[in-house]
């Protein structure tokens, strides 16, 4: 693929990914599921609402579930450097006429929705409440020590494209697949990334737009694999959809579990850094089944078709189909 | 099923099992697997053996490999307690009628060859030549850093009897599964040990004697999770049959991989002990998923269906087949 | 040393190490240390007892703290092999002019007492009642995730004699310390096991008879890391005494911490198997300092100098003092 | 103590610290250290030099050893973001009247020497050659699997100074220590970072310029314990100085080890990130322990006077001593 140039210059600096805003149906459950089985903490909780973090983050919150009918992705939220570059952003929003309003999110200040040309819901801000980083709180500690919030992967219709719009604002790519020449030569996924290690925002060909999953960091695979146990130990076998295993992309050890609602979060370790500027992106081919498994059992058809939807938002067919079969 | 009754004035009294003779087609491409990829220690070598051990024994070898034209199984060896209990032994399968025979074996004192009623091939011995213990001797850790040889298993197509009659050698059964009474209540699968821990030796329904595999030990999962990482990266990939994940049964954390004739070798890690004499067998059902598999993906057919042949042995089939699928 | 003669037909078969009685000052503030802190599982308690025990242990308990007004070392306890061996126990006892009597002992049956020649207090049981496995009890994980007891350490006044003592009751030696020859060439520590790996029952020269420690294992090191975290951050950072560490004698990676009445507890991990009727001794000379550490930090005086008392027993002199010195 | 202002707009883009290069006396004797022992990758060597890098890093070298008659520091190498950053850099140099010259550094492009205002011998620099990223090549893992150069260590006369400077140069404070206000309030030490987690550079109070320690970042608590094995046993134990253990600061899992020259080579786990611009920085009191250690052995008096000389360089005293014992 001929690779987006690098953006020094940003239209506004967006620092990292910060926070997921989820549907759930069953609230209790939820919090039951990531508070007491994940191991997140809850920050505070209303009839409506429950805020998480995970140990070393200062922010209020990184994941927020809030009842409703409808399982969904309302938001994923990014962390801008600074007030001005909402403003900035806002301006650029308007000029790309795209859709987008300030808001009063709880806990944070100043909050910029947009839903960006592809129809993904985002809200960018600066400042959030900050918490006592409970790093060494370590009786706290508890199901997988989630560390903090890692990245989002998102299925994508027009992949192509949203690269270059998200190159446009910054992102830089570390890792892609694509396919090999004969079978089309087109870009498949691609890996971007604004805080420094291996993503922020991970594109994948496919019906979108739609949440593939969000991922928190983990200290080490061991507490991976106890994990592991505990879900089988405690009723949800049936949640750990993948994993644990390797990527050759990113060299995570990964475990991919489903919340109750079908929320797919990963639980990530391993990777590596990457702020360089000069930091050149990794391909791999389409052909080449290690991409995605390194060693390990097959990902189950469920990972790659399933998704959450955003509200309100028409999921197209991708622009196409590759010409390889991307599992392993 | 009627538990075997504790045999606590065994015949002879075996200690624990020791070792297993390998007949390999290509001893290079073989001692490569086992030395590099996996971490024993070679020992001995000459034209057309190689001892080698794990990094706790004293014993000379815990796996010869020995160079011929067809892969197989040519015994498996277990440690007697005095020289006094090898001449019980020999009464004992003189009186059962059992091909045996004292031989020469190389490194190991007096060693008695015998195909049991069943027709597994089996050496046992009191005296081997001890080398200097490598536990300590860190600078040599690579692979998994097998530390001990744990255990056998074995396909078994007269699984009562063959229970039977290791139960009144003294073995002593810690774990089995059995089918419900209404799918015919019979068992399916039983460990059972001399040493202390889960087993010595495990017998699995299926067309047999056949090896399903010899397990060695492994001190924690991350190292198991390194071999997974060597092996993927260094053309290995297609040798690794199963896991890593967790047994219901014992507990283990486990790894299956495949030597290059295809002998099955378990990465065994996370058991308990079970020296008490009144330690009371686990029943798991056959309709109970997680025995196999705590959590992770299932095993594949080939972990079901393949194993190791011993030589000049007749394969028969099993005495039934099970009304429940066994597989995860 | 003259290494004691191996002893197979004992006079009464021992089994392992089991369980600790020790006597405490404050019930609660020592249920929230074992409970809360070490992750010890709480089976029972009344207003004078907790019993607690490991996760792999069926037995109802291998802790029992007493409410009173001393703290002490009340009774350690080992399993036999039968009720037979029980009154085998008596009968030799008897012979030997020892204080001994059954006494009834909650959650036990028949239970022996005996205060041995150099005043242990001990206690053998065959049976206890049972209480199902906690191991796959994945969600009750905390502390150090400790497994089972593994064995007691006493300091010992007359080492020689209390080593031939228990030679002659079957335990067998797996390690010791000795001076060199031109230092006096006496024997300083002893390890010795019946249930198959380092030991149940270890035996420093020094002040006694007093308990130095009694052990749980536990899986990994960053479980033993883990506790250190937790220890530190909530108070009980001046409980930990020494360590972590790694011992040369027995490879233990090791943790010493203190109970609010000072009782020591070691956290222990890595040790090696030892069934084998002919296991040799392996000698560490006094003058290595790598015996005691192989790598980390001295032990400080308090680990050299301090113990449990065991009620109304006598303390004495050690009957030598080593010419060299024992620390690192 | 004033926090410096956060710097967004920099006088020239660093990026993070990159490599450090020694001088030492016997080539052959440190080569082995650092890749046999320490586990680092020898990308190049010649009669005068060696050249090594971690596992995950794309650059040539993160380590250059040279042969010389004395041993020291010679430059702490940091990249910056582009070759406009170096002129950038000069030109500011100049104005400050420190001596800078561009040379020619093997591997390197464009390379700026300078001596900062405090007298340490740094070089900046954008290009150097890339090799294939070793994290997959699980094979090569040895040692302590050193994954990348993480952070600088100084000793500082002049503190406060120091850290207005590099404050000015775009360094952001994560945390910090200081003596309480009736001790004299003044700074002690502190930890910048330019690359988004605790530090890329961190400055002592003490005799001064010296190199106290350069850091390598280890994947888990378990590789750093492999490595206090490997060198425990294999004649390296002295060259343990430190640790395992927790600082509090930095959450860091700990280890410090001196090569064959004396210079000190931490091993680095377990810290957090920091990219945002409004993270704040955290203040530990000199009157708490553990800032130091969070638990563990106390630092030897080694640790807290011992370093690294640059060349040509007179040490300073420091500007003051602090009012209370800064060690644990």
């Known amino acids: 693929m001929p690779l987006p140039a690098h953006v020094f210059n940003p239209p506004f600096n967006i620092v990292r990914c910060s926070h997921a805003v989820l549907g759930v149906r069953d609230l209790a459950a939820s919090r039951t599921f990531y508070e007491d089985i994940i191991g997140l903490h809850v920050e505070d909780a209303d009839a409506d609402h429950v805020f998480l973090r995970g140990l070393e983050e200062l922010q209020h919150h ?7 009918n409808i399982a969904s992705c309302k938001r994923l939220g990014f962390k801008v450097a ?11 929003f308007a000029q790309q006429g795209l859709a987008h309003e300030f808001v009063t999110a709880p806990y944070q200040g100043r909050t910029l929705h947009v839903t960006d040309p592809f129809g993904y819901k985002l809200e960018y801000y600066f400042k959030m409440e900050r918490r006592e980083r409970l790093l060494q709180k370590y009786a706290l500690y508890k199901g997988v020590q989630p560390q903090r919030m890692d990245h989002f992967n998102v299925f994508v219709p027009e992949l192509q494209k949203t690269i ?4 446009a604002l910054g992102y830089r790519m570390t890792e892609y697949s694509e396919e090999e020449p004969e079978d089309g030569g087109r870009i498949a996924a691609a890996w971007m990334h604004r805080k420094g290690n291996v993503h922020d925002f991970a594109f994948t060909n496919g019906h979108g737009p739609r949440l593939h999953h ?14 592991c146990d505990v879900m089988a130990s405690t009723g949800y076998l049936k949640n750990i959809e993948r994993g644990p295993g390797r990527h050759g992309i990113s060299n995570a050890f990964f475990l991919y579990v489903r919340d109750p609602d079908g929320h797919r979060l990963e639980i990530y370790s391993c990777d590596y850094q990457t702020m360089d500027p000069d930091h050149p ?3 791999w081919s389409l052909r080449d089944p290690q991409r995605q498994t390194l060693w390990g059992a097959p990902a189950p058809r469920s990972w790659f078709e399933e998704g959450s939807l955003f509200e309100d938002t028409t999921v197209r067919d991708p622009a196409f189909v590759a010409n390889v079969i991307i599992a392993h």
Not at 222 to 227: A, R, Y
């Open 214 to 227: 969000f991922a928190y960091w983990a200290p080490t695979p061991l507490s991976v694999i106890h994990l």
């Open 164 to 167: 270059e719009y998200y190159a």
């Open 62 to 68: 990184s994941l927020v579930l809030k009842r409703q």
């Open 281 to 283: 992106p990794l391909r």
């Open 82 to 92: 600074s007030e001005d570059d909402l403003d900035k952003a806002a301006a650029l």
